[in-house]
């Protein structure tokens, strides 16, 4: 009988990160973890919210965190970090009466408290296993060097994210070795990527995320292994910006880490969805097997 956890995609997840949720979705059926929907979840807020206000944001989150309740679980995985961090964050804080309080005037149904957010990379590593996972490798990724980035909020603050190590966490290194992969030491696996400033400052992420992608390239990794879809689109889909403003030629794959998990698993290629990433990671990917083979 595979175990039960609640599932929040988090908007992304139903958007600009589809390939993310499609593939997060069949890799863990596949190693027998039943992601149960929340029924009308909404947005948790993500970065903006709590930049205008703490109660609002955290009224947010717990609106999900009650769905979760009234499905009588008391756990939800979700794949994206920043809804990791606003639903951990609205747990901690509506521990103090008085917030909850303010929190609760805002929600039709009061929060009731007790329910435990935590990362698909932290499901996978405490509900299945390593060993499960590697026993179900169909295809082991042998030849490809991977370096995983987790980006700086996975972890960070350990006070609150509880999980893995907070400046050399080992979770998604240790799933892709398990699958085959050689994971190469990736000095930079915490550094912020620049996050939200895409838009407002550019300059910002071209410098953070050209620095990350210099430090892959060095270590010589074939591809940048990921968690989060704001890192993902950084990374990915302003390569170019990145190359431009530093005169570089990167042409780095950057997929999602449940996305070389699905291929080890020998899910089918719509699930995994390579082809919404804007640097297709299948030659450097195809190379690499044919060889190791």
Same mark, same amino acid.
């Given at each position: 009988?595979?175990?039960?956890?609640?599932y929040?995609p988090?908007c992304s997840g !139903?958007g600009t990160?589809?390939?993310?949720?499609t593939?997060?979705?069949?890799?863990? /059926?596949?190693?027998?973890l039943?992601l149960?929907? +929340?029924?009308?979840w909404?947005c948790? @807020?993500?970065?903006?919210?709590h930049?205008?206000?703490h109660?609002l944001?955290?009224?947010?989150?717990?609106?999900n965190?009650?769905?979760?309740?009234?499905?009588?679980?008391k /756990?939800a995985?979700?794949?994206?970090?920043? =809804?990791?961090?606003?639903?951990?964050t609205? *747990?901690?804080?509506?521990e103090a009466?008085? $917030?909850k309080?303010?929190?609760?005037?805002?929600l039709d149904?009061?929060?009731a408290?007790g329910v *435990?957010?935590?990362?698909?990379?932290?499901?996978?590593?405490e509900?299945?296993g390593l060993?499960?996972?590697k026993?179900a490798?169909?295809?082991?990724?042998?030849?490809?060097?991977v370096? &995983?980035? #987790?980006g700086? +909020?996975? *972890?960070r603050?350990p006070?609150?994210?509880? $999980?893995?190590d &907070?400046e050399?966490?080992?979770a998604?290194? %240790? +799933?892709?070795?398990?699958?085959?992969?050689?994971?190469?030491? $990736?000095?930079?696996?915490?550094?912020?990527c @620049?996050a939200? #400033?895409?838009?407002?400052?550019?300059?910002v992420?071209?410098?953070?995320s050209g620095?990350?992608?210099?430090?892959?390239v060095?270590v010589?990794?074939?591809m940048?292994?990921?968690? =989060?879809p !704001? &890192?993902?689109? *950084?990374?990915?889909l302003?390569?170019?910006q990145?190359n431009?403003?530093?005169g570089t030629n990167?042409?780095?794959?950057?997929? #999602? $880490?449940?996305?070389?998990?699905?291929? /080890? !698993? %020998?899910i089918?290629?719509?699930? +995994?969805?390579?082809g919404k990433? =804007?640097?297709?990671?299948r030659?450097?990917l195809?190379k690499?097997?044919a060889?190791?083979?």
């Amino acid at each position: 009988m595979s175990e039960a956890i609640a599932y929040y995609p988090g908007c992304s997840g !139903l958007g600009t990160s589809k390939e993310y949720d499609t593939s997060t979705r069949a890799v863990c /059926a596949a190693l027998g973890l039943s992601l149960v929907d +929340i029924p009308d979840w909404s947005c948790c @807020g993500s970065s903006p919210a709590h930049t205008k206000d703490h109660v609002l944001s955290a009224a947010l989150a717990a609106r999900n965190l009650q769905l979760v309740s009234d499905m009588g679980l008391k /756990a939800a995985a979700t794949p994206c970090p920043s =809804c990791l961090t606003n639903l951990r964050t609205a *747990n901690h804080r509506c521990e103090a009466a008085p $917030f909850k309080a303010k929190v609760d005037k805002l929600l039709d149904d009061p929060y009731a408290g007790g329910v *435990n957010a935590v990362s698909v990379l932290q499901a996978l590593v405490e509900m299945v296993g390593l060993d499960a996972v590697k026993s179900a490798t169909r295809t082991p990724l042998k030849g490809l060097k991977v370096a &995983c980035y #987790y980006g700086c +909020i996975m *972890n960070r603050p350990p006070e609150l994210m509880a $999980f893995d190590d &907070c400046e050399n966490p080992m979770a998604m290194d %240790n +799933i892709l070795a398990a699958m085959g992969a050689e994971v190469v030491p $990736f000095p930079l696996k915490v550094e912020c990527c @620049g996050a939200s #400033y895409g838009i407002p400052r550019p300059d910002v992420v071209a410098k953070l995320s050209g620095k990350l992608l210099d430090a892959a390239v060095s270590v010589g990794a074939d591809m940048v292994a990921v968690a =989060c879809p !704001l &890192c993902q689109m *950084n990374l990915d889909l302003r390569q170019g910006q990145v190359n431009r403003a530093g005169g570089t030629n990167y042409r780095m794959p950057v997929p #999602y $880490f449940t996305q070389l998990m699905a291929v /080890a !698993l %020998n899910i089918a290629d719509e699930d +995994i969805g390579f082809g919404k990433l =804007c640097v297709d990671p299948r030659p450097v990917l195809s190379k690499a097997l044919a060889v190791a083979d």
